[in-house]
């Protein structure tokens, strides 16, 4: 059954509802530059509260890291109590493999060669652990670090998933495409940030987190 990636999470609100929804990972953002960026002590009560909430039954809790040096995220995640780290930056892949299998690298590749080379580099360094997406590919923006709304190129999310076992695929989803998305690529897990809120960076829509969920999860 295909991953859910509910990112951009700012409140204990939405992060229950998205918990409930059915999403399997919950993304934070640590990125001062974002507009959906959290402070590490607002996103430490949030994952508190979510796991004495759900329990077991709490979703991976991913820290989104641009351009951090590894102490500062490991300080962070430990801080805040998150499982994993997504590093959508520029970072190496000795970063990733100093993360000793807890991260995963979001690309935002120009190209099919572009991707099939850095699929090959970051592949090498990236993670076994299936709670997890080996790589992430979002759409290219040559100013922003994701979150652009922009849908990233089928052709170039093809030509990665075939040469990774774990594919997460980011950029312009909404409930309206994300199963068209999915049936065109098919991988391992979708990330949604943008396309499920209410108009407001880093506010979720209920209904929006619902459906997009139910359309990803469909017929699976």
Not at 3 to 29: F, H, P, Q, W, Y
């Amino acid at each position: 059954m295909t991953k859910v990636k509910i990112c951009g999470i700012t409140t204990l609100e939405d992060a229950l509802m998205a918990s409930r929804a059915g999403a399997d990972l919950l993304g934070l953002n640590f990125y001062a530059k974002s507009s959906r960026y959290i402070d590490p002590v607002a996103a430490q009560v949030i994952c508190d509260a979510l796991r004495a909430e759900l329990g077991a039954e709490c979703p991976a809790l991913v820290g989104v890291f641009v351009n951090e040096i590894l102490s500062k995220i490991s300080r962070m995640m430990e801080q805040v109590g998150l499982n994993f780290a997504q590093l959508s930056g520029d970072e190496s892949g000795e970063l990733l493999r100093e993360l000793r299998g807890i991260g995963f690298k979001a690309l935002r590749p120009r190209s099919k060669s572009e991707a099939l080379d850095d699929a090959a580099y970051y592949g090498a360094f990236a993670s076994t652990d299936e709670r997890i997406p080996t790589l992430l590919v979002d759409a290219y923006n040559p100013q922003l670090y994701g979150g652009t709304g922009e849908q990233a190129s089928a052709e170039v999310a093809i030509a990665v998933r075939e040469a990774i076992p774990r594919l997460m695929l980011a950029g312009g989803l909404t409930p309206e495409n994300v199963a068209e998305r999915i049936a065109a690529v098919t991988p391992w897990g979708v990330d949604v940030a943008s396309g499920v809120e209410d108009g407001t960076p880093g506010k979720k829509d209920a209904a929006k987190v619902a459906a997009f969920v139910k359309a990803a999860k469909q017929n699976q």
